[in-house]
């Protein structure tokens, strides 16, 4: 009896052990190569993007997030079901991990499938401070691969985010590297007339916006997985394999 006991309470710990996983991260300084430019930004264990975090549903984690930056810090568990203490959202859940200290995020892991995780302080994110996660379901998948890949896209400026938001508030059309000509005034209204082309100016005027201004920053990298267009980001397969690739747009 005593032994039949023993046993079931091995299976129990052994059970609990494997329910359980506890992780290191540290926010770092690190240096991000583009391929077009090389730049100073924040990353996650040494490296921007940070490591694919694996977890299993069902488990509870244990993640203890180490603030080697001289700013505060903070980690957002981008779209996981947990308590909104654990959300790494300074201010609201809360305070933020201060310089030289360790904050442990603890708690249960409720869902399957492909997130990612990302600093919630300043311009942290942008400048490098995300990576992604993994979580493989309890039961068996419903589909069967060979491998799988994380695809994470996001992007780089030269400039910093504080840099960014600074000339942006100073100019809105700061980065904006199509701006009309003189020139382009004219050719339009060869092609469409006077009247119709200064109403189009006027228009455009009124909006204070530029007529391309479609998005408000030019001049940056597409990056997969950290690496620029020229440094050829590729992941491997046999010819016949079926591949499971798991994108995440973390673009800025």
Known sequence: MNSRLGS?????LMSASVMAGEYNLTVDRVEIDTG?????????????????????????????VTNNLDEMTSIHWHGLILPFDQDGVPGISFPGIKPGETFTYEFPIQQAGTYWFHSHSGFQEPDGAYGSIVIEPEGREPFRYDREYVVQLTDKHPHSGDRIMRNLKMMPDYYNREQQTVGEFFSDVSENGLMNTV?????????????????????????IN??????????????GERIRLRFINSSA
Do not use: H
């Open 8 to 12: 079931v309470l091995l299976s129990l």
């Open 36 to 64: 077009d430019f090389v730049k100073n930004g924040i990353g996650y264990n040494g490296a921007s993007p940070g490591p694919v975090m694996r977890f299993k549903e069902g488990e509870n984690v244990k993640i203890n």
């Open 199 to 223: 109403r189009d100016r006027m228009a455009w005027g009124g909006m204070r916006m530029m007529k391309a201004d479609v998005e408000d920053l030019q001049g940056f990298t597409g990056l």
């Open 226 to 239: 950290g690496k620029g267009p020229d440094q050829n980001w590729t992941g491997l397969f046999e010819p």
